[in-house]
């Protein structure tokens, strides 16, 4: 029996359920905001989704059928979430999601939870050019320090897809940094 | 399948030498790659006591049977969203009395409506027109009535389908 599965069997039980989702946000709260930061930059919009993304977990507990582990689940809803909402502003605002994605970026400077210095920006400006799938890869690697299993599991991809994904996005950061200003 | 095609030429030695510039760069992928040039943190701060206060927000939400965390923005769009539908009724209704030639809302095309919609920035994800929409007044019967043709499936999808990754399908429980 893995760790996850007394908490599953709680939050399956009408009488532990309460209780069982306090302690599931309390496990994940921290893991899955950064993650979803990482993918909408700014703190409010990252506050939203992981609420959004806690009361759909809430509200799908009883069809979670343990095929996958619990936090691989956890983590496609809010990458799902977090990618839906950057759709859903970028088509709002009538622009592309890589033109949306510029604009988070500069709005990085007046953002007062970000406190990046000069390189932390340039980071920030170089992975808005990547491929989304390239920059989940590389936040959920370099800064979450994930191993590739989980990563593969949370993303549905081979852990070789993963892995070239990496080296690319790493590749194309490093081409960033040194040919701009 | 011909050993050669005389309009295209290859290096010398291209397929000998394949084999160990393949494993090459494969070893490559499996070693972790230099990031000694990154800096170690990306210089996002969250609020103070942030994470005490989220668990307390979701737990009121799941408590009090909220669906959905609306932004204010949004929230206020959906009652101007209902004053403006309401004013059109009213309208429609004193219109319909002065004129017996009458616009209903069947004459209005669906790209009209679902110009207007985003015109007005007014996109609002399924679910939270799910959330909007008072349940009782949705005539179920009515979508059972036109059942919806797979022609029609497809052209939507091939319409509004980016990527077929988007469907999230379950490839284990489809029947092949």
Same mark, same amino acid.
């Given at each position: 029996?893995?760790?996850?599965?007394?908490l599953?069997?709680?939050?399956?039980?009408q009488?532990t359920?309460?209780?069982?989702?306090?302690?599931?946000?309390?496990?994940?709260?921290?893991?899955?905001y950064?993650?979803?930061?990482?993918?909408?930059?700014?703190?409010?919009?990252?506050?939203?989704?992981? =609420?959004?993304?806690?009361?759909?977990v809430?509200?799908?507990?009883?069809?979670?059928?343990?095929?996958?582990?619990?936090?691989?689940?956890?983590?496609?809803?809010?990458?799902?979430?977090?990618?839906t909402f950057?759709?859903?502003?970028?088509?709002e605002?009538?622009?592309?999601?890589?033109?949306y =994605?510029?604009?988070?970026?500069?709005?990085?400077?007046?953002?007062?939870?970000?406190?990046?210095?000069t390189? =932390?920006?340039?980071?920030?400006?170089?992975?808005a050019?990547?491929?989304?799938?390239?920059?989940?890869?590389?936040?959920?690697? /370099?800064?979450?320090?994930m191993? /590739?299993e989980?990563?593969?599991?949370?993303?549905?991809?081979?852990?070789?897809?993963?892995k070239a994904?990496y080296?690319?996005?790493v =590749?194309?950061?490093?081409?960033y940094?040194?040919t701009?200003? | 399948?011909?050993?050669?095609?005389?309009?295209?030429?290859?290096?010398?030695h291209?397929?000998?030498?394949?084999?160990?510039?393949?494993f090459?760069?494969?070893?490559?992928?499996?070693?972790a790659?230099?990031?000694s040039?990154?800096?170690?943190?990306?210089?996002?701060?969250?609020?103070?006591?942030y994470?005490?206060?989220?668990?307390?927000?979701?737990?009121?939400?799941?408590?009090?049977?909220?669906?959905?965390?609306?932004?204010?923005?949004?929230?206020?769009?959906?009652y101007?969203?209902a004053?403006?539908?309401?004013?059109?009724?009213?309208?429609?209704?004193v219109?319909?009395?002065?004129h017996?030639?009458?616009i209903?809302?069947e004459?209005?095309?669906?790209?009209?409506?679902?110009?207007?919609?985003?015109?007005?920035?007014?996109?609002?994800?399924?679910?939270?027109?799910?959330?909007a929409v008072?349940?009782?007044n949705?005539?179920?019967?009515?979508?059972?009535?036109?059942r919806?043709?797979?022609?029609?499936?497809?052209?939507?999808l091939?319409e509004?389908l980016?990527?077929?990754?988007?469907?999230?399908?379950?490839?284990?429980?489809l029947?092949?």
């Open positions: 029996m893995s760790i996850e599965e007394p599953v069997l709680a939050l399956q039980e009488a359920q309460a209780k069982a989702f306090e302690e599931l946000v309390n496990t994940y709260k921290e893991r899955l950064w993650h979803i930061r990482r993918i909408v930059l700014d703190h409010n919009d990252a506050d939203d989704v992981l =609420q959004n993304t806690f009361i759909k809430y509200k799908s507990i009883n069809g979670f059928k343990g095929d996958s582990k619990l936090y691989s689940w956890l983590y496609r809803i809010a990458t799902n979430e977090a990618l950057l759709k859903k502003r970028s088509k605002r009538g622009v592309s999601e890589e033109t =994605q510029q604009h988070l970026v500069a709005n990085l400077v007046s953002d007062v939870y970000f406190e990046g210095d390189i =932390q920006l340039k980071l920030q400006k170089a992975l050019t990547l491929p989304q799938k390239q920059k989940l890869v590389f936040n959920m690697k /370099y800064f979450q320090e191993k /590739y989980a990563i593969s599991e949370a993303l549905g991809t081979s852990v070789g897809g993963l994904s080296h690319l996005a =590749q194309k950061i490093q081409s940094l040194t701009h200003d | 399948m011909k050993a050669d095609d005389p309009k295209f030429k290859i290096p010398d291209y397929f000998e030498d394949f084999n160990d510039r393949l090459a760069k494969l070893s490559e992928v499996n070693e790659p230099d990031t040039f990154l800096p170690k943190h990306d210089g996002f701060q969250v609020p103070q006591g994470f005490k206060k989220v668990t307390t927000a979701v737990m009121e939400h799941t408590h009090q049977g909220k669906s959905k965390v609306i932004a204010f923005n949004k929230q206020f769009m959906i101007w969203a004053a403006a539908v309401a004013v059109l009724l009213v309208l429609g209704v219109w319909k009395d002065q017996t030639a009458t209903s809302f004459d209005l095309a669906n790209s009209d409506i679902d110009n207007y919609l985003e015109d007005n920035g007014l996109y609002l994800t399924t679910e939270e027109l799910v959330a008072d349940e009782e949705l005539l179920l019967s009515e979508i059972d009535d036109e919806l043709e797979a022609d029609h499936i497809m052209d939507y091939d509004n980016g990527d077929v990754e988007d469907l999230n399908l379950d490839y284990e429980e029947d092949y």
